[in-house]
């Protein structure tokens, strides 16, 4: 039924989501060691590429890869 895909289509966004925060929370820790605006910057950037490579449809997997 619909609102079972549904139901399956946010878990999928809800479990993306999660994935993303971890790589890029991980990503975080590593740019420490740069100023505070660089390591946005560069956040920012991985979260851009992670959001096209989706949209061109890779899994959120191989996105993060």
């Known amino acids: 039924t619909i609102k079972h895909l549904l139901k ?7 479990m993306f989501q999660i994935i993303q925060e971890a790589f890029l ?7 420490k060691v ?11 950037e991985y979260a851009q590429h992670i959001d096209m490579k ?3 449809g890779m899994s959120e997997e191989e996105a993060i890869r």
């Open 8 to 14: 399956i289509i946010a878990f999928h966004i809800l």
């Open 25 to 31: 929370t991980e990503l975080a820790g590593h740019l």
């Open 34 to 44: 740069l100023e505070e605006r660089e390591q946005q910057d560069i956040l920012d």
């Open 54 to 56: 989706i949209q061109n």
